[in-house]
Structures are given as structure tokens and as C-alpha cells.
């Protein structure tokens, strides 16, 4: 006679890869930090972002460095770097915000274009405008990738 058989543990859920995204613009100095720097900051860690340009400038644009130190978001160790198709093929979402055409194709990445105004050079109410639209898209695209996160407050609300 032999006893009940025990039913072995059931392992813990595997958790869901983390999601890598690339913002990408022309000068890799407004549109696709602002992004990256959000996303950032809302994702805590469950979303891993990053930006580069197809024309890399030299640093970050002022405008939009002193916009996002007013919303107290730090930009002193961003550096504009040049879009490669590693960092593409690395990532599982690619966002164009400007560079079009220029930006490599990776197949298997899904890429969106996000057409949002270029905040270099512009007055302190525009890109005040252009940021408070790329935390509203950054945030829906957060909602979408991890649903289960706890987004923050906007920055923007304040």
C-alpha cells in the first residue's frame, strides 16, 4: 500500500521581461531626452529607455535642460550620442520623434512616430507645451507596457 503522492511546489511566476525602449530624434538634445528622462522617472525601473540621434548635437538643448530642472528632473549626465542599429535591435520599441526616414530598421522592432515639435530654440512656453506633451504620451505608453505599475504624479501638474 502506498501512500498519497505529494504534488510537487509550483514554481513562482516567471516575471514579464522588462521593456526596452529607444526614443530617437535628429539631434538626440530635446525631443527624444525629454522622453527618456520621463520615462525614466515614472518607470522606476520597470521600463528600461533610452535615446540617441541621427545627427547627434553637441550637448542638450538649453531650453530644455532649464524646463525639465524646473519640473526637477535632472539632465547634467545626459549626452547626445548617435542612434545605432545595435541600440535599435536591443530594444522592443523604437519612437521617432523627427528623425523619419534616417532612423535604422530593425525588423522585429516595432517602431511608432510620435510627431511632437522640436523644442530646440524655442521660447520657455513652448517647450513648457511640447514637455507637458510628451508626459502625457509618455505616460499613456507606460499604461500600455507595464498596466500593473503605479505611475506617479505628472510632473506636469504642478
Do not use: K
Not at 523604437?94 to 522585429?108: D, K, N, Q, R
Request: charged content about 20%; overall charge negative.
Amino acid at each position: 500500500m502506498t501512500g498519497p503522492t505529494a504534488t510537487p511546489p509550483t514554481p513562482p511566476p516567471t516575471p514579464p521581461p522588462t521593456p526596452r525602449v529607444v526614443f530617437a530624434c535628429v539631434r538626440n538634445g530635446g525631443r527624444s531626452v525629454v522622453a527618456r528622462v520621463l520615462t525614466e522617472h515614472y518607470a522606476r525601473g520597470r521600463v528600461v529607455a533610452h535615446s540617441g540621434g541621427t545627427q547627434p548635437g553637441e550637448h542638450v538643448h538649453p531650453e530644455v535642460a532649464d524646463e525639465l530642472a524646473r519640473l526637477g528632473l535632472d539632465t547634467t549626465h545626459e549626452q547626445p550620442q548617435r542612434l545605432t542599429t545595435e541600440m535599435v535591435a536591443a530594444s522592443d520599441l523604437a519612437i521617432t520623434l523627427g528623425c523619419g526616414e534616417e532612423c535604422p530598421y530593425v525588423p522585429g522592432v516595432v517602431y511608432r512616430d510620435w510627431p511632437v515639435a522640436d523644442p530646440g530654440g524655442q521660447d520657455p512656453a513652448t517647450v513648457r507645451r511640447i514637455v507637458a506633451e510628451l508626459d502625457d504620451r509618455v505616460r499613456d505608453l507606460l499604461r500600455e507596457l507595464v498596466p500593473d505599475h503605479d505611475l506617479p504624479p505628472s510632473v506636469c501638474a504642478g
